[in-house]
């Protein structure tokens, strides 16, 4: 018999990056305590503006149901639904996936097992991963390049970049040939379009760079827009990634009618819980489309769900990790994982794997708050 009696989050500080490179944003993070002495940890993607009320809706939904014995991801799951009545949207979405996150956490360490072990029998040893290079400043080509290479070095298998970031298309296309001088033809390279406004964009862009063999073409228009999607996958031959801003499954139930998609991105921190991505996987399986997570997250609790998630599930792509996020994680976090080869290896603790020293977390935070839950 246990009950969840404590909830506590903290939102992190944003600050620069220590190389400088770019601005790492506030991240949210979640600690479920039980009466038996368990704990789990969960994280929530964000947004600027929303980190408070992400957290008001992760400690209210915690509260409504501090009444259940025994809270399953899949009982957490069943409830959200109903309470939910199918009116999701990405910031519920966030608290959801931080909460089912953390009750996966203690399951593992009830069960005294890496969560990858309880998700499936048929985990794989490594994930292949993959490095976003993301700034919010505009960077150019010879930066980019220069830390293209940087990033190669730290062990990883590809390469993500955002060549329409204050480029115009032609602009676009050199530094896209560029960047595939850098890493050679073997060292998949992945677009990311950030949803340009106009499809012709995107269209325009994509004859240009197709010498280059870009591994995926991402969020070439808004993943709402199924139909362009469709045009734009039809058109290019290009590998089309899509996801990241979509919850629940039902807008993946129709992208896949639609024939819209080759790669699915949707985020570990926001589609809803590791139940809805588990789903996602299924139902792409079945029509011969793959899911790579998406992580604009900490490299620490949403990682290592990320990583477990794609170990359980060996015909996942690959995950994403943001370099630059690593040593600020480091602070509060300890090391639970190694990237080698264009590997990803966690190491075997129970549940997530993940340590947070809370002093040192609170250190780098901006809001903390917590609740002592009544179970009646
Ligand atoms: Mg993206």
Same mark, same amino acid.
Request: charged content about 30%.
């Given at each position: 018999m246990s009950f969840l009696n404590k909830v506590e989050t903290w939102i992190s500080k944003s600050i620069p990056s220590d190389d400088g490179w770019s601005q790492i944003k506030p991240f949210i993070f979640l600690k479920l305590t039980t009466d038996g002495g368990y704990y789990g940890w969960g994280e929530a993607f964000t947004l600027p503006t929303r980190e408070k009320g992400i957290v008001e809706i992760v400690h209210n939904l915690v509260n409504s149901l501090?009444?259940?014995?025994?809270?399953?991801p899949d009982r957490f799951h069943k409830e959200v639904e109903v309470i939910a009545d199918g009116h999701r949207g990405i910031d519920f979405s966030a608290a959801t996936s931080a909460i089912e996150m953390s009750l996966w956490d203690i399951e593992g360490k009830k069960k005294k097992k890496p969560l990858y072990k309880i998700l499936s029998?048929?985990?794989?040893d490594k994930v292949p991963v993959y490095a976003t290079i993301w700034s919010e400043d505009f960077k150019n080509d010879e930066k980019l390049s220069s830390r293209c290479e940087e990033i190669l070095n730290q062990g990883y298998g590809g390469i993500k970049i955002y060549p329409l970031q204050k480029r115009t298309i032609d602009q676009a296309a050199i530094c896209v040939s560029k960047i595939r001088q850098t890493l050679g033809f073997n060292m998949p390279l992945m677009l990311d379009l950030?949803? %340009?406004?106009?499809i012709n964009i995107s269209l325009k862009l994509a004859p240009l760079i197709e010498e280059f063999k870009p591994y995926w073409f991402e969020? %070439?228009?808004?993943?709402?827009a199924t139909s362009a999607l469709k045009e734009i996958k039809n058109q290019t031959g290009l590998r089309i990634v899509t996801g990241e801003k979509q919850c629940g499954i039902n807008h993946f139930i129709e992208t896949l009618a639609a024939d819209a998609v080759d790669i699915f991105n949707p985020d570990i921190s926001s589609v809803g819980g590791i139940i809805d991505m588990i789903k996602i996987i299924e139902l792409s399986n079945k029509n011969n489309v793959r899911v790579s997570p998406h992580c604009w997250?900490?490299?620490s609790i949403a990682a290592s769900a990320m990583v477990h998630l794609c170990m359980s599930f060996p015909n996942t792509e690959m995950a994403e990790f943001f370099p630059e996020y690593i040593p600020y994680t480091l602070k509060f976090c300890n090391k639970n994982f190694e990237i080698n080869n264009g590997f990803i290896e966690l190491d075997n603790r129970e549940g997530l794997g993940v340590k947070i020293d809370t002093n040192l977390l609170m250190e780098n935070t901006s809001s903390y708050k917590f609740s002592i839950l009544d179970k009646n």
């Open positions: 501090s009444h259940i014995e025994n809270l399953t029998s048929k985990y794989r950030a949803c %340009p406004k106009d969020e %070439p228009v808004d993943g709402e997250n900490s490299m």
